[in-house]
C-alpha cells in the first residue's frame, strides 16, 4: 500500500467534486481526505493497493456530474502523518 498525493485541475471546485470523491472512495473503504487549494485545484490524498490506483484515477477523472477535469497530477508520499486511516474526509 502506497500513499498518493493527487491534484485536479479543471472545473473541480463548486461543482460538489469534493463530496462525490468522498462518496465514491467511502464506497471502496479507500482511507485518505480531498480538499479544495486556493489555486483553484483539488488536493486528494488516499491510501491506495497497487490494484487500485487506476480506478482511483478513473473516480477522480469522473468527479461530479457538474464538474471538468483536465488534469490530474500525482506523486506517492512518504509522510502520512496527516492521513486519517478511519475513512474518507472532505478537509476545509
Known amino acids: 500500500m502506497h500513499v498518493y498525493r493527487f491534484i485536479v485541475s479543471g472545473k473541480v471546485q463548486g461543482v460538489f467534486y469534493r463530496k462525490s470523491i468522498q462518496q465514491m472512495a467511502s464506497l471502496g473503504q479507500i ?30 477523472q469522473n468527479g461530479s456530474p457538474l464538474s ?16 486519517v486511516y478511519d475513512g474518507f474526509e472532505i478537509r476545509y
Open 31 to 60: 482511507p485518505g481526505y480531498v480538499r479544495n487549494l486556493p489555486d483553484g485545484t483539488v488536493e486528494v490524498v488516499a491510501a491506495l493497493h497497487d490494484d487500485q490506483l487506476e480506478d482511483f484515477l478513473t473516480i477522480l
Open 68 to 83: 471538468h477535469t483536465d488534469d490530474i497530477r500525482y506523486e506517492i508520499i512518504d509522510d502520512e502523518d496527516d492521513l
